[in-house]
């Protein structure tokens, strides 16, 4: 009965992908840390950019109205944060509040953090590239010291949150640590688990609504609970009140609202940057264990 139940969702995802989400497929990857012209307008004006449908500033306004982070102190930590658009959605479309999150990331973070999204098909592409980011004496290997000296956070909506699992699995199978992985409403594609957390991720947070076409996955467990903690499974409602979803179809909306309702979630978005801010973010005396007092940069 599983089974059968995973494969109508699967279908019935399919489908809504191909017929409720505009665009082909063509875009694999979105490296936001060396941007083109195009993309830098787009990190640089994600909070400030008036051309951004009103339903997309609407969930980024809770974390556009934190205060910046001064990149350039050391206070904050070296990381790779990956993540993973889902259906059939490309990796730049900007009418999906995560694309442009990786953008408001690498624009909060600067140059101690790099940032990139895939679409869900894409994992081979991003393990590649992220072993090659993580390899930094390009000698085609990584050492143990290369593995462990940048924090790995992933993150992803729908079937790109069972890539976020699937992901870390292949991260586990090269024995590189992950830091943090999220899950937005993730729906798991055949042949995947986005419920059993591999034992190489230290923490997990799920996030999940139980309504619509395609409900998300309710609860995720650790593999081994000695090495990964869950963080939670937070049920998300909205059946009391409504969240501005103008930036998908009226399909989309009327057929899967609340799947993308939490998508479109300000409160998910910014309780997400708290947890990666508690990863990268380093304490006072972090800094000063870094920069000793007395010492000057040049």
Same mark, same amino acid.
């Given at each position: 009965?599983?089974?059968?139940?995973?494969?109508?969702?699967?279908?019935?995802?399919?489908?809504?992908?191909?017929?409720?989400?505009?665009?082909?497929?063509?875009?694999?990857?979105?490296?936001?840390?060396?941007?083109?012209?195009?993309?830098?307008?787009?990190?640089?004006?994600?909070?400030?950019?008036?051309?951004?449908?009103?339903? +997309?500033?609407?969930?980024?306004?809770?974390?556009?109205?934190?205060?910046?982070?001064?990149?350039?102190?050391?206070?904050?930590?070296?990381?790779?944060?990956?993540?993973?658009?889902?259906? /059939?959605?490309?990796?730049? #479309?900007?009418?999906?509040?995560?694309?442009?999150?990786?953008?408001?990331?690498?624009?909060?973070?600067?140059?101690?953090?790099?940032?990139?999204?895939?679409?869900?098909?894409?994992?081979?592409?991003?393990?590649?590239?992220?072993?090659?980011? +993580?390899?930094?004496?390009?000698?085609?290997?990584?050492?143990?010291?290369?593995?462990?000296?940048?924090? =790995?956070?992933?993150?992803?909506?729908?079937?790109?949150?069972?890539?976020?699992?699937? /992901?870390?699995?292949?991260?586990?199978?090269?024995?590189?640590?992950?830091?943090?992985?999220?899950?937005? #409403?993730?729906?798991?594609?055949?042949?995947?688990? #986005?419920?059993?957390?591999?034992?190489?991720?230290?923490?997990?947070?799920?996030?999940?609504?139980?309504?619509?076409?395609?409900?998300?996955?309710?609860? =995720?467990?650790?593999?081994?609970?000695?090495?990964?903690?869950?963080?939670?499974?937070?049920?998300?409602?909205?059946?009391?009140?409504?969240?501005?979803? #103008?930036?998908?179809?009226?399909?989309?909306?009327?057929?899967?609202?609340?799947?993308?309702?939490?998508?479109?979630?300000?409160? =998910?978005?910014?309780?997400?940057?708290?947890?990666?801010?508690?990863?990268? +973010?380093?304490?006072?005396?972090?800094?000063?264990?870094?920069?000793?007092?007395?010492?000057?940069?040049?």
């Amino acid at each position: 009965m599983a089974q059968l139940r995973e494969l109508r969702i699967c279908i019935l995802h399919s489908l809504l992908g191909l017929f409720l989400i505009s665009g082909p497929v063509i875009t694999c990857a979105q490296n936001l840390s060396s941007p083109d012209r195009r993309e830098a307008e787009i990190i640089t004006g994600v909070c400030q950019n008036r051309s951004i449908a009103t339903a +997309l500033k609407e969930a980024l306004r809770l974390v556009c109205s934190r205060t910046p982070v001064e990149a350039a102190s050391g206070r904050v930590r070296k990381a790779v944060i990956v993540g993973f658009v889902g259906g /059939f959605v490309k990796s730049d #479309d900007t009418k999906h509040p995560e694309v442009l999150f990786a953008s408001y990331l690498q624009n909060r973070y600067g140059s101690a953090v790099q940032v990139e999204i895939f679409g869900n098909r894409n994992g081979k592409l991003a393990l590649k590239e992220t072993i090659r980011r +993580l390899d930094k004496n390009n000698d085609g290997r990584l050492s143990s010291a290369e593995k462990t000296q940048v924090r =790995i956070i992933l993150y992803g909506h729908s079937w790109g949150a069972s890539e976020v699992l699937a /992901f870390a699995r292949e991260l586990q199978m090269q024995e590189i640590p992950v830091a943090l992985t999220i899950q937005i #409403d993730s729906v798991k594609k055949l042949g995947q688990d #986005d419920r059993r957390v591999p034992a190489n991720v230290t923490k997990a947070v799920n996030f999940y609504q139980s309504r619509g076409v395609t409900p998300g996955q309710p609860q =995720i467990v650790p593999a081994d609970a000695t090495r990964t903690t869950i963080l939670g499974n937070f049920h998300m409602t909205y059946k009391d009140h409504q969240i501005n979803c #103008d930036n998908y179809r009226w399909m989309s909306r009327v057929f899967n609202g609340p799947h993308h309702q939490i998508e479109n979630d300000p409160q =998910i978005w910014d309780r997400i940057t708290s947890l990666i801010d508690s990863e990268l +973010l380093r304490t006072n005396t972090e800094i000063q264990v870094v920069f000793p007092v007395g010492s000057s940069l040049r």
